[in-house]
């Protein structure tokens, strides 16, 4: 039996492999990348180290080969159980794995940015267009506007000028005022990420030879079969229009929560992030006794944060397996916590600096992209139905229905009920998330076998 099954290969996850490994316990590690590195460090064995933090997951991506544990790249989990079990799938093969213990390190998807329009051909998130460059060098070959705010839409006007990309202006969505909210969490954030603010500040210094709209409170895409303008208004009253064909949106980014929630885990609503959270222990497990969870899927804290963090959580379940004493656990723990408060003082300047957009979601806006349910559908079902809440609303409408199972829609249904019926986040929830977490065929169903 496998002592730790291990969903993520990106910072968190390599550095508990290394870990658990040296504490004596087996790991299998899986990915559905095709590399190891998660999304920060994607493709890094195959592409120029580019600065310190580069050259430090560089060094990680090796430490994690070299190690030679069981490494299932190109697989996909699409069911966690708290048994507990996980149902994976690698080349059209499907398999069950009942291991010790779990670990959580699915890292974080971006914030959906709803508006009318975002589902149009030419309208996509920087995260991917980011991925895009990462690993296959795509340069959009016409000029790119960027809408919405947050330290990954800089990076990547940053990367694609680097790499010979034309950016042509910023829809900033950052409100007024934050830049004094944020300096008051300054000296907290100086400490850890120092090299992180002055690259930051390099960044906001070269987006001033583009274009920016400042204060942007609302967006609609516009076009036939694909974007051809982008109308905006600003918290001044200013409305304009540009003409563009391509507008890469980011609102920053949330814990990917699927396989917490498919396992039974308790999460709950973080105010300043706008999003939900495993809750956790001292020691990143989760609500669920033999599942852990680390990284940026647990709580959004960048690569450092979750290396951190996939550490703490190998020193927990050495200490839930009996490997390791509560002395010796609490020990290892201590140094590991006090850089993760670093961390967390950091991300409070950064929350405070890009706090998530707060833009207003017309009614004729496609809320659910996969099943096509607009905003007014799901107003409207709430109007005949008081009682729905998320769930209902699926069943009601079919938002969330579809192959993202909610990734994109999640978070708007939760809102939209919250806008009519009032109520905390906590009390509303999130959609129950039902495997298959990622889409599967039927063929690959047929081949189940239980496994390991
Ligand atoms: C699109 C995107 C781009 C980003 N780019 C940057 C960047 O350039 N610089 C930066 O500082 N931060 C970036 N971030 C933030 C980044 O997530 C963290 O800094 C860091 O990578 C978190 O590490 P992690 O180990 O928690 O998760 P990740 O690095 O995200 O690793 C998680 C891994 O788990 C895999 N996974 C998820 N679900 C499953 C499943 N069901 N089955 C199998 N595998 C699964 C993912 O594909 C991924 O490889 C980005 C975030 C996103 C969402």
């Not at 120029?48 to 580069?54: C, L, M, T, V």
């Given at each position: 039996?496998i002592?730790?099954?291990?969903?993520?290969?990106?910072?968190?996850?390599?550095?508990?492999?290394?870990?658990?490994?040296?504490?004596?316990?087996?790991?299998?590690?899986?990915?559905?990348?095709?590399?190891?590195?998660?999304?920060?460090f994607?493709?890094?064995?195959?592409r120029?180290?580019?600065?310190?933090?580069?050259r430090?997951?560089?060094?990680?991506?090796r430490?994690?080969?070299?190690?030679?544990?069981?490494?299932?790249?190109?697989?996909?989990?699409?069911?966690?159980?708290?048994?507990?079990?996980?149902?994976?799938?690698s080349?059209?093969?499907?398999?069950?794995?009942?291991?010790?213990?779990?670990?959580?390190?699915?890292?974080?998807?971006?914030?959906?940015?709803?508006?009318?329009?975002?589902?149009?051909?030419?309208?996509?998130?920087?995260?991917?267009?980011?991925?895009?460059l990462?690993?296959?060098?795509?340069?959009?070959?016409?000029?790119?506007?960027?809408?919405?705010?947050?330290?990954l839409?800089?990076?990547?006007?940053?990367?694609?000028?680097?790499?010979g990309?034309?950016?042509?202006?910023?829809?900033d969505?950052?409100?007024?005022?934050?830049?004094?909210?944020?300096?008051?969490?300054?000296?907290?954030?100086?400490?850890?990420?120092?090299?992180?603010?002055?690259?930051?500040?390099?960044w906001?210094?070269?987006?001033?030879s583009?274009?920016?709209?400042?204060?942007?409170?609302?967006?609609?895409?516009?076009?036939?079969?694909?974007?051809?303008?982008?109308?905006?208004?600003?918290d001044?009253?200013?409305?304009?229009?540009?003409?563009?064909?391509?507008?890469?949106?980011?609102?920053?980014?949330?814990?990917?929560l699927?396989?917490?929630?498919?396992?039974?885990?308790?999460h709950?609503?973080?105010?300043?992030?706008?999003?939900?959270?495993?809750?956790l222990?001292?020691?990143?497990?989760?609500?669920?006794?033999?599942?852990?969870?680390?990284?940026?899927?647990a709580?959004?804290?960048?690569?450092?944060?979750?290396?951190?963090?996939?550490?703490?959580?190998?020193?927990?379940?050495?200490?839930?397996?009996?490997?390791?004493?509560?002395?010796?656990?609490?020990t290892?723990?201590?140094?590991v916590?006090?850089?993760?408060?670093?961390?967390?003082?950091?991300r409070?300047?950064?929350?405070?600096?890009?706090?998530?957009?707060?833009?207003?979601?017309?009614?004729?806006?496609?809320?659910?992209?996969?099943?096509e349910?607009?905003?007014?559908?799901?107003?409207?079902?709430?109007?005949?139905?008081a009682?729905?809440?998320?769930?209902?609303?699926?069943?009601?409408?079919?938002?969330?229905?579809?192959?993202c199972?909610?990734?994109?829609?999640?978070?708007?249904?939760?809102?939209?009920v919250?806008?009519?019926?009032?109520g905390?986040?906590?009390?509303?929830?999130?959609?129950?998330?039902r495997?298959?977490?990622?889409?599967?065929?039927?063929?690959?169903?047929?081949?189940?076998?239980?496994?390991?």
């Open positions: 039996m002592d730790v099954a291990i969903v993520g290969a990106g910072p968190a996850g390599m550095t508990a492999a290394l870990e658990l490994q040296k504490l004596g316990l087996s790991t299998t590690v899986i990915d559905d990348q095709p590399a190891p590195g998660g999304r920060i994607a493709n890094i064995e195959q120029p180290a580019h600065g310190a933090e580069d430090s997951g560089a060094a990680l991506v430490r994690f080969r070299q190690m030679g544990g069981d490494y299932r790249p190109a697989s996909e989990v699409w069911q966690i159980e708290p048994g507990p079990r996980l149902f994976l799938s080349s059209g093969q499907a398999q069950m794995i009942e291991p010790r213990f779990i670990l959580m390190a699915t890292g974080a998807q971006e914030r959906p940015m709803p508006f009318p329009g975002w589902q149009l051909p030419g309208v996509m998130t920087v995260g991917a267009a980011q991925i895009l990462k690993t296959a060098r795509q340069i959009p070959d016409k000029p790119v506007w960027l809408a919405g705010s947050g330290p839409l800089l990076l990547y006007m940053h990367q694609l000028i680097a790499a990309g034309m950016v042509e202006g910023i829809l969505t950052s409100p007024s005022g934050r830049i004094i909210t944020a300096a008051r969490a300054l000296p907290g954030a100086i400490t850890y990420g120092w090299r992180d603010l002055l690259r930051g500040l390099a906001q210094w070269q987006s001033r583009i274009k920016v709209v400042r204060g942007i409170t609302s967006l609609q895409a516009r076009g036939g079969d694909k974007l051809s303008h982008v109308t905006y208004s600003t001044d009253g200013q409305i304009g229009e540009i003409a563009t064909e391509l507008l890469f949106i980011h609102d920053g980014v949330v814990p990917g699927h396989g917490t929630i498919a396992a039974g885990c308790d709950r609503w973080n105010e300043a992030e706008q999003c939900f959270e495993p809750i222990d001292t020691f990143g497990r989760t609500s669920v006794e033999t599942i852990f969870a680390a990284g940026d899927g709580t959004i804290g960048g690569a450092r944060a979750a290396t951190l963090s996939g550490r703490l959580a190998a020193i927990g379940i050495a200490r839930a397996a009996g490997t390791m004493s509560s002395e010796q656990a609490e290892a723990a201590k140094p916590r006090r850089g993760l408060a670093k961390a967390a003082r950091f409070h300047f950064v929350d405070a600096l890009y706090p998530p957009v707060k833009m207003a979601l017309p009614d004729e806006t496609i809320t659910c992209r996969c099943e349910v607009t905003a007014r559908d799901i107003r409207a079902a709430l109007k005949n139905e009682h729905l809440g998320p769930d209902g609303i699926k069943i009601a409408t079919r938002a969330g229905m579809g192959p199972q909610g990734r994109q829609c999640g978070a708007s249904l939760t809102r939209l919250r806008e009519a019926h009032g905390a986040p906590d009390a509303i929830g999130f959609l129950r998330i495997p298959p977490l990622k889409p599967l065929t039927l063929g690959e169903l047929a081949t189940l076998d239980s496994g390991i």
